[in-house]
């Protein structure tokens, strides 16, 4: 379902972030990328929701070239992919609930409905007492959840991951880590890049380790 | 449908929340923009009013026939009898030197001048209504009756009617112009009052681009950020105006009631309020638009 061809990315001025990257993943798999700081992990998930485009070769979604996407087909391919973002991108301007809310009115789902699903998500994560909470009130852990949450509210077929257990106490880094596998269990294809890599061994189902830009053992 | 309709609805919440939250902001920018509106708005109505009064001053023409100061009341018995014969008049009224004296001193203010004079400065006169009403018809009776005996001054009421017609032309320019120059200051306005909307939501687009927010869904609350600010800025002039038509009336009135006119002044006309609102809230959309363009960058 995730198809990377001979995909290099080079930054501007940079050197190459990744270098003639062959690479396939299944639907319904959990991947762990493993690597070095520095390695190209980041940049190869940001590949795959078009937040980067690769400098060259072709990185397959569900059938379609996301590096030859045109600009305003971008915003369909995302709302089918959850983001864990590194520094989470909480909006802390409004409650737990709202930012929850977001990618449904974003995708223009009908607002009753909208309300069951952030509640489910957020009951997911165990927020759910706290859907009134602002961010800035929530531990680091709860504010890790609160961005899962968002991520597979509007029900994303491919859920990624940069880093979310970066930050926390091994307890609450393994209830993380517990948790995608709960979303791999109901079908979500999920990568998680990490440093934590024995917290998600027992859930993985292929790592795949970079080096420099490219895969290594 | 209704999914574009749950769209705009968000955004308008989210644009009302938006302004909410600042709400000194908000009220100063409606205050500038409402103040700049005001003064074509003001302009207007008072155009408006402007016209209604020469409209009803207008709306029968009348010739005025002065006759010379020392004209006999002979003499101005013949005239009478010769206008009251002529087929172009339909209705001959004298008014004597001694009841327009009499009227005058009568008034506020100038009866004491009146008073003073050593003798009465004013003619008999006749005022003409004519049964043809056409500018050709009306030149040639002026002609006619200034040939009479003993006539001083003949005058066309349609000639001031005119001028003021082109004085009231040459208004509404004068506020059309002006309406041109403040429409401009508002979506100047506008432009960097979103400017500075955008740099303040600069994380919220990051974030909603990111979650699969199309260009439009991103840039409709801001749209609807200036079209309501542009909306709350008419209505500042609205009610700016309102209130000074208010004040004005009393004043207004009692002025056109010295010059025996029963007038009032109106408040702006349902047409033109709804303009006004429209043009406000369509120029605040303008600004939006155009800061858009310049300042949301297309990441
Ligand atoms: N936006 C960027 N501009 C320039 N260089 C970048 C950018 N992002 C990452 N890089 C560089 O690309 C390489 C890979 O970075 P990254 O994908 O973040 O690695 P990782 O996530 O494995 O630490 C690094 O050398 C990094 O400095
Ligand atoms: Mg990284």
């Known amino acids: ?40 992990k980041s940049t190869l998930l940001k590949l795959i929701p078009a937040v980067e485009r690769p400098s ?91 961005a899962i949450a968002r991520a597979v509210v509007a029900r994303p077929s491919i859920l990624i991951a940069d880093e979310p257990t970066a930050h926390l106490d091994d307890g609450t880094a393994a209830d993380i880590a517990a948790m995608f596998h709960a979303f791999n269990q109901v079908g979500v294809t999920v990568l998680v890049a990490t440093h934590h890599e024995a917290l998600f061994a027992p859930y993985m189902t292929r790592r795949i380790g970079l080096s420099r830009g490219r895969l290594a053992a | 449908m209704k999914g574009w309709l749950l769209q705009h609805r ?9 302004l909410a939250s600042t709400p000194l902001n908000t009220l100063l920018g409606a205050l500038v923009l409402g103040i700049a509106l005001a003064l074509p708005a003001g302009g207007e109505m008072l155009l408006a009013n402007f016209q209604r009064l020469a409209q009803r001053i207008a709306a029968t023409p009348q010739i005025s026939v002065f006759m010379a100061l020392d004209a006999t009341k002979k003499e ?39 008073e003073s004079l050593p003798r009465n400065p004013f003619p008999d006169a006749f005022v003409v209504v004519p049964g043809d009403e056409s500018p050709a018809a009306l030149e040639a009776m002026r002609s006619e009756f200034a040939g009479y005996p003993r006539v001083e001054h003949v005058q066309l009421d349609s000639a001031w009617v005119k001028k ?3 004085l009231l032309r ?37 974030v909603s681009r990111l979650l699969g927010a199309t260009d439009a869904y991103i840039r409709r609350p801001f749209y609807y ?31 056109a009631s010295l010059y025996g006119i029963d007038f009032s002044l109106h ?6 309020s709804i303009l006004l609102f429209a043009l406000a809230a369509w120029l605040g959309w303008a600004g939006a638009w155009l800061s858009l363009i310049r300042h949301l960058s297309e990441n």
């Not at chain 1, 995730?2 to 190459?16: D, L, M, N, S």
Request: charged share 25%; glycine share 10%; no cysteine.
């Open chain 1, 1 to 40: 379902m995730i198809r990377f061809e001979k995909v290099g990315k080079r930054y501007p001025g940079g050197i190459a972030a990744l270098s003639a990257l062959d690479l396939a993943i299944e639907t319904g798999e959990m991947i762990v990328l493993s690597g070095h700081s520095g390695a190209g």
């Open chain 1, 56 to 146: 060259e070769g072709a990185v397959i979604v569900n059938g379609q070239n996301v590096a030859a996407l045109k600009r305003a087909a971008i915003p369909f391919l995302r709302r089918n992919i959850g983001m864990v973002f590194q520094d989470q991108k909480l909006l802390f301007d409004r409650n737990a609930f709202d930012n929850v809310m977001l990618p449904l009115a974003i995708a223009g789902v009908a607002t009753r409905d909208a309300g069951r699903r952030v509640r489910a998500a957020l009951d997911k994560v165990g927020l759910l007492d706290r859907e009134r909470a602002m961010p800035v009130a929530l531990s680091g852990g709860e504010q890790q959840r609160l």
């Open chain 2, 10 to 18: 968000q955004a308008s919440a989210q644009a009302f929340r938006r």
């Open chain 2, 76 to 114: 101005v018995a013949e005239v009478e009898s010769r206008l009251r014969k002529h087929p172009g008049t339909r209705e001959v009224k004298l008014v004597p030197r001694e009841e327009t004296l009499r009227r005058l001193k009568e008034s506020e203010g100038l009866g004491e001048v009146i």
């Open chain 2, 164 to 166: 003021l017609d082109a």
């Open chain 2, 170 to 206: 040459l208004a509404r320019l004068a506020v059309g112009l002006l309406a041109v120059v403040l429409g401009v200051a508002l979506v100047a306005v506008t432009f960097n009052t979103i400017r500075l909307q955008i740099l303040t939501q600069a994380e919220e687009v990051e």
């Open chain 2, 225 to 255: 950020f200036g079209a309501l600010q542009g909306l709350a800025g008419g209505a500042v002039a609205w009610l700016a105006v309102l209130g000074a038509t208010l004040l004005l009336r009393l004043p207004v009135g009692e002025l």
């Open chain 2, 267 to 272: 408040i702006l006309p349902l047409s033109d």
